[in-house]
């Protein structure tokens, strides 16, 4: 189970609508969903909420260090309450999904990304989930900086709300155990919707009944 949610973004109001700070949005919505309130920790150096379940106490965090020093806060909490990094989700923004898309997963290299960078260095290792939230990438590498500092589209935030409200869904998944449960039901693509009919196209057409072996039509 998850012991340890960890959203990351940067602090300040300058930061606060832009793509880097994806994961803070997702822990603030976890946050209301547990009825929790994240305060300043200053020994855990970030902002960080208590929710009592049945299974014991679970965590809130965010990091309030700016994202390339993010493992200094989730090292300080983990350590202190002994929380094993493979029960530390870590969520945040992704480059290399689009919008609207989500994955998890366990483990793996940072590809990049300086909280998990800092994250892995402090746990010593990169055995803990991870959440990724897709923010699209800019189709330049010399604009990612830029880009991720900004804020989304309106259309792309509300691709991010939106997915942010469905992985919310598998948070009691999350939060008990069964992280198979977890990432089938966050990897599961929601029906599309099918397209309306034109006005002029008419009925729908009825099946001709098949008649039966040996007789002809």
Do not use: C
Request: hydrophobic share 40%; net charge positive; aromatic share 6%.
């Amino acid at each position: 189970m998850i012991r340890l949610f960890v959203g990351l973004g940067n602090p300040g109001p300058e930061y606060e609508a832009t793509r880097h700070n994806a994961g803070f949005w997702w822990v603030d919505a976890l946050a209301d969903k547990l009825g929790a309130r994240l305060q300043a920790e200053r020994s855990y150096y970030g902002l960080v909420a208590r929710a009592n379940r049945e299974g014991g106490p679970v965590w809130l965090l965010q990091p309030m260090t700016y994202m390339n020093r993010s493992g200094q806060s989730v090292a300080a909490l983990a350590r202190f309450f002994k929380i094993e990094p493979a029960n530390i989700l870590v969520v945040h923004d992704e480059l290399d999904l689009l919008p609207g898309q989500a994955k998890l997963k366990f483990g793996g290299s940072a590809a990049g990304h300086n909280g998990l960078k800092d994250i892995q260095a402090q746990l010593g290792t990169q055995d803990y989930w991870r959440l990724r939230l897709g923010i699209g990438h800019p189709g330049v590498r010399a604009e990612v900086v830029d880009y991720v500092l900004r804020k989304p589209a309106p259309d792309h935030r509300e691709a991010i709300e939106k997915v942010i409200e469905r992985t919310l869904e598998a948070s009691d998944l999350l939060l008990s155990g069964p992280m198979g449960q977890a990432l089938a039901k966050i990897h599961a693509q929601p029906p599309r919707p099918k397209p309306p009919r034109r006005p002029d196209a008419g009925p729908p057409p009825v099946a001709e009944p098949t008649p039966p072996a040996g007789e002809k039509s």
